[in-house]
């Protein structure tokens, strides 16, 4: 009886553990518990915001956005990290800066929290950049390499880049079936 009692009680704990173990991400490198953190950071940030809102709310008379629908795109494309870590950039180097350099003695109380969100972004630029791989971040096409081998072959370039002209319509043939609408029947 008493072994009986023992051995569930194990199993019990047993159970409890590998619960907790299931339930909680599998995180093996860097960039994976950068991410598991990461909700924790937002939480900051936007207290952080939320204590510097309302002042530039009001100081804000333009009805232009500057984040756009196109930003928001940009997000949700192969490209995301690249798109984050520019804009990131762009508030790291103008706006925060800029920010903090318009701090007076009657906003002195919102410097603080520009100063949290400022050291969460470069932290958070920082991750992005060390991390592309763990986000699958392609780079963009970069012409400049085309280019290059284009102009290493010297003469024979243009017979090249013209005899692989099957191949270029290919490529787009394929991207534009990609972004015909599905409803409606493909006509031949």
């Given at each position: 009886m008493r072994s009986t009692r023992s051995l569930l009680l194990l199993v019990l704990l047993v159970?409890?553990?590998?619960?907790?173990?299931?339930?909680t991400p599998m995180c093996n490198n860097?960039?994976?518990?950068?991410?598991?953190?990461?909700?924790?950071?937002?939480?900051?940030?936007?207290?952080?915001?939320?204590?510097?809102?309302?002042?530039?709310?009001?100081?804000?008379?333009?009805?232009?956005?500057?984040?756009?629908?196109?930003?928001e795109e940009s997000f949700k494309t192969p490209f995301a990290c690249h798109a984050m870590s520019s804009i990131l950039d762009f508030y790291l180097r103008t706006?925060?800066?800029?920010?903090l350099s318009g701090v007076t003695e009657d906003t002195r109380e919102l410097k603080p929290h520009m100063e949290s969100i400022q050291q969460i972004f470069d932290e958070?630029?920082?991750?992005?950049?060390?991390?592309?791989?763990?986000?699958?971040?392609?780079?963009?096409?970069?012409?400049?390499?085309?280019?290059?081998?284009?102009?290493?072959?010297?003469?024979?370039?243009?017979?090249?880049?013209?005899?692989?002209?099957?191949v270029l319509f290919n490529y787009i043939e394929t991207y534009l079936a990609s972004k015909r609408h599905r409803s409606h029947p493909v006509s031949l």
């Open positions: 159970q409890s553990l590998l619960s907790k173990v299931w339930s860097q960039c994976c518990r950068f991410v598991e953190r990461f909700p924790g950071r937002l939480r900051k940030l936007r207290q952080d915001y939320l204590q510097i809102r309302d002042f530039y709310e009001a100081n804000d008379d333009l009805h232009t956005a500057l984040l756009d629908q196109s930003v706006v925060l800066p800029t920010a958070l630029k920082r991750e992005v950049n060390k991390c592309r791989k763990y986000f699958a971040c392609q780079r963009q096409f970069d012409i400049i390499n085309l280019n290059s081998t284009y102009s290493q072959l010297e003469d024979k370039g243009v017979y090249k880049a013209m005899g692989e002209l099957d």
